[in-house]
C-alpha cells in the first residue's frame, strides 16, 4: 500500500492557476498507475487525470488544455498543475493510486484503491 499526502490547494480567482501536489510514500510511484479526481459539494467524485507507469496520461474533458498531470519518480510526487481555472473546478481534490488498474481504466470511473486525504481548491468567480 502506498500513502498519499496531497497540498497546494487554495483559494484562487477564475482565471489563475494552482500546482497541486501529491506526495506518495511506501512504495514507489514507479510501481502504480497515479490519478487525481475530484468531488464537489453534492456531487460524486469524478475522474479528472491519470498518468500510466509508462507514462501516458488521460483527462476529462472539461480540463484538456488547461491542467497538465506529471511525476517525479525520483522524488516520488505527482503533480497537477491547473490553469485558467474556472468556478465549475472548485472541488477537493484527491490524488490516488493502484498497481493493478491502468490509467485508462481510472478515465473510465474505476476507483483505485490508494487514496489522500484531499485538498480544496476554491475558484472564486
Known amino acids: 500500500q502506498v500513502q498519499l499526502a496531497e497540498s497546494g490547494g487554495g483559494l484562487v480567482q477564475a482565471g489563475g492557476s494552482l500546482r497541486l501536489s501529491c506526495a506518495a510514500s511506501?512504495?514507489?510511484?514507479?510501481?502504480?498507475?497515479m490519478g487525481w479526481f475530484r468531488q464537489a459539494p453534492g456531487k460524486e467524485r469524478e475522474f479528472v487525470a491519470a498518468v500510466s507507469r509508462g507514462g501516458n496520461t488521460y483527462y476529462t474533458d472539461s480540463v484538456k488544455g488547461r491542467f497538465t498531470i506529471s511525476r517525479d519518480t525520483a522524488k516520488n510526487m505527482v503533480y497537477l498543475q491547473m490553469n485558467s481555472l474556472k468556478p465549475e473546478d472548485t472541488a477537493v481534490y484527491y490524488c490516488?493510486?493502484?498497481?493493478?488498474?491502468?490509467?485508462?481504466?481510472?478515465?473510465?470511473?474505476?476507483?483505485?484503491?490508494?487514496w489522500g486525504q484531499g485538498t480544496q481548491v476554491t475558484v472564486s468567480s
Open positions: 490516488a493510486a493502484d498497481p493493478k488498474i491502468l490509467a485508462r481504466d481510472m478515465a473510465a470511473m474505476r476507483l483505485p484503491g490508494d
Open positions: 511506501g512504495r514507489p510511484i514507479s510501481m502504480y498507475a
